[in-house]
Protein backbone atom coordinates (compact mmCIF):
# COMPACT_ATOMS: atom_id res chain seq x y z
CA UNK A 1 0.00 0.00 0.00
CA UNK A 2 1.16 3.28 -0.67
CA UNK A 3 0.60 5.45 2.33
CA UNK A 4 1.36 8.69 0.85
CA UNK A 5 -1.34 7.97 -2.48
CA UNK A 6 -3.89 6.66 0.48
CA UNK A 7 -3.35 10.01 2.17
CA UNK A 8 -3.99 12.15 -1.36
CA UNK A 9 -7.14 10.11 -1.71
CA UNK A 10 -8.55 10.37 1.74
CA UNK A 11 -8.07 13.98 1.90
CA UNK A 12 -10.16 14.19 -1.75
CA UNK A 13 -12.59 12.12 -0.06
CA UNK A 14 -12.96 14.54 2.64
CA UNK A 15 -13.16 17.66 0.72
CA UNK A 16 -15.59 16.05 -1.75
CA UNK A 17 -17.92 14.95 1.15
CA UNK A 18 -17.31 17.94 3.90
CA UNK A 19 -15.77 20.54 2.02
CA UNK A 20 -12.84 22.17 3.95
CA UNK A 21 -12.69 21.43 7.12
CA UNK A 22 -10.08 23.43 9.99
CA UNK A 23 -7.44 20.98 11.08
CA UNK A 24 -8.79 20.67 14.43
CA UNK A 25 -12.04 19.16 12.85
CA UNK A 26 -9.53 16.11 12.11
CA UNK A 27 -7.81 16.40 15.57
CA UNK A 28 -11.06 16.36 17.39
CA UNK A 29 -12.02 13.22 15.27
CA UNK A 30 -9.03 11.47 16.11
CA UNK A 31 -9.33 12.07 19.99
CA UNK A 32 -13.07 10.59 19.70
CA UNK A 33 -12.00 7.61 17.57
CA UNK A 34 -9.26 6.92 20.49
CA UNK A 35 -12.01 6.98 23.11
CA UNK A 36 -13.99 4.42 20.94
CA UNK A 37 -10.94 2.06 20.84
CA UNK A 38 -10.51 2.24 24.14
CA UNK A 39 -13.78 1.95 25.37
CA UNK A 40 -13.82 -1.59 23.03
CA UNK A 41 -10.33 -2.48 24.94
CA UNK A 42 -11.51 -2.04 28.45
CA UNK A 43 -15.09 -3.79 27.49
CA UNK A 44 -12.89 -6.91 25.94
CA UNK A 45 -10.79 -6.49 29.24
CA UNK A 46 -13.96 -6.31 31.49
CA UNK A 47 -15.88 -9.58 29.68
CA UNK A 48 -19.04 -6.80 29.03
CA UNK A 49 -21.24 -5.55 26.31
CA UNK A 50 -20.11 -7.68 23.60
CA UNK A 51 -18.68 -10.97 22.71
CA UNK A 52 -14.84 -10.92 21.89
CA UNK A 53 -15.64 -11.00 18.09
CA UNK A 54 -17.41 -8.44 18.34
CA UNK A 55 -15.08 -6.03 20.71
CA UNK A 56 -12.60 -6.71 18.38
CA UNK A 57 -14.58 -5.78 14.88
CA UNK A 58 -14.99 -2.48 17.10
CA UNK A 59 -11.16 -2.15 18.36
CA UNK A 60 -10.34 -2.69 14.40
CA UNK A 61 -13.20 -0.14 13.11
CA UNK A 62 -11.64 2.66 15.63
CA UNK A 63 -7.93 1.95 14.46
CA UNK A 64 -9.03 2.17 10.70
CA UNK A 65 -10.89 5.47 11.53
CA UNK A 66 -7.91 6.85 13.37
CA UNK A 67 -5.79 6.80 10.64
CA UNK A 68 -8.04 8.04 8.54
CA UNK A 69 -8.37 11.18 10.96
CA UNK A 70 -4.97 11.45 11.33
CA UNK A 71 -4.66 11.43 7.64
CA UNK A 72 -6.97 14.55 6.97
CA UNK A 73 -5.00 16.72 9.80
CA UNK A 74 -1.97 15.50 8.50
CA UNK A 75 -3.09 17.10 5.26
CA UNK A 76 -4.69 19.58 6.32
CA UNK A 77 -1.66 20.98 8.02
CA UNK A 78 0.56 20.62 4.98
CA UNK A 79 2.34 17.28 6.54
CA UNK A 80 3.38 13.70 4.79
CA UNK A 81 2.09 11.25 6.96
CA UNK A 82 4.43 8.16 5.89
CA UNK A 83 7.19 11.12 6.24
CA UNK A 84 6.26 11.75 9.96
CA UNK A 85 5.99 8.12 10.48
CA UNK A 86 9.83 7.70 8.79
CA UNK A 87 11.18 10.46 10.50
CA UNK A 88 9.54 9.10 14.10
CA UNK A 89 10.44 5.32 13.54
CA UNK A 90 14.13 6.52 12.43
CA UNK A 91 14.90 8.27 16.31
CA UNK A 92 12.70 5.69 18.39
CA UNK A 93 14.05 2.77 16.62
CA UNK A 94 17.85 3.78 18.02
CA UNK A 95 16.51 3.66 21.51
CA UNK A 96 17.18 0.58 23.87
CA UNK A 97 15.29 0.74 26.93
CA UNK A 98 16.39 -2.17 28.42
CA UNK A 99 19.87 -0.92 28.25
CA UNK A 100 19.16 2.98 28.75
CA UNK A 101 15.99 2.59 30.92
CA UNK A 102 17.11 6.18 32.17
CA UNK A 103 17.05 7.66 28.35
CA UNK A 104 16.58 4.72 26.22
CA UNK A 105 19.83 6.30 24.25
CA UNK A 106 23.81 5.69 25.32
CA UNK A 107 25.12 8.20 27.45
CA UNK A 108 27.57 10.42 25.50
CA UNK A 109 31.23 10.48 26.19
CA UNK A 110 32.48 13.62 27.10
CA UNK A 111 35.57 12.89 27.27
CA UNK A 112 36.16 12.82 23.91
Known amino acids: ?3 SKLQ ?3 YAWQRKN ?3 QPPHRALLGVVEEVGELSHAHLKMEQG ?3 TTDELALLRADAVGDIL ?3 SNYCSSV ?3 MVDCLNDSWEEVSK ?3 KKYPE ?3 APKNHNT
Request: hydrophobic share 50%; net charge neutral; charged share 25%.
Open 48 to 50: IRG
Open 103 to 105: TGI
Open 18 to 20: FGI
Open 8 to 10: RDI
Open 95 to 97: RDW
Open 1 to 3: MDL
Open 68 to 70: IYL
Open 78 to 80: GLV
